[in-house]
């Protein structure tokens, strides 16, 4: 029986979900989007599999997934406007193209780039939570953003690995990391000065961005230095880092397949 490959990209926001992985007995996106497929394809036979698993409350602007069917999808504009009145408010498909059956979503060369959201100095209005994370210690933003720089290159990341295993491939290679002032996200009741870490490379171990963002945090606050950091990036060093940036400031915003 023929088969049929087809790249969904969609975005979401995650505050409300256990993370995208399927899991017994809590919300997930995996679960959301397989249940809204299984009512719009009438309970034909599919499988659904992303590129990758976002964790618990963390959104996507551009997140992908390939849909396996046994029959063709006729008209893609159709297909796309069911799938979103179908699915929650915060979820939304993007975009649908055909692949053929060698393309493996997991396994094909891709670029990701994640964005952190944050603030510093003063609680906020209870509606930034889903987004943006609020550190409410001062912060020195031009010593982070030398910070930010020192993870560009390739370097022994094993530090910014949560629960690293022992035969690990920690050697990786950040295209880019960055610390700017934000001018992507707005709302009139965000405080007046917002950034973002944007964080761009080919393959991330658990929690790295998160780990990569606390550490800059603790480098802010002056719990750490800037020596601290180029030593935790030596081949063979593993330092366990204290702090994890909670995982709503986290946004997926790029997925991009070679």
Known sequence: MKKYFYVITIQYLGYRFHGWQKQPNVKTL??????????????????????????????????????????????????????????????????????DKKFNIINHPKTKEYLYLFTYGEKCHPFCAPIMTTILDDLDIELMKQGAKLFEGEHYMKSYCYKPSENGIFNRVIETCELVENTIYKANYFPENTYLLRVRGKGFMRNQIRLMMGTLIDLGKGALTLQDIKHSLEPNVFVKMNYIAPASGLILNKVEFE
């Open 30 to 99: 995996h679960l959301m989007v397989d249940r809204t497929l299984n009512f719009i394809l009438e309970k034909k036979p599919f499988k659904s599999l992303s590129s990758g698993r976002t964790d618990a409350m963390v959104s996507a602007e551009c997140a992908a997934f390939e849909l396996f069917l046994q029959e063709p999808i006729e008209d893609f504009g159709v297909f796309l406007k069911l799938f979103n009145d179908n699915l929650p408010q915060d979820i939304r498909a993007l975009g649908i193209k055909e692949v």
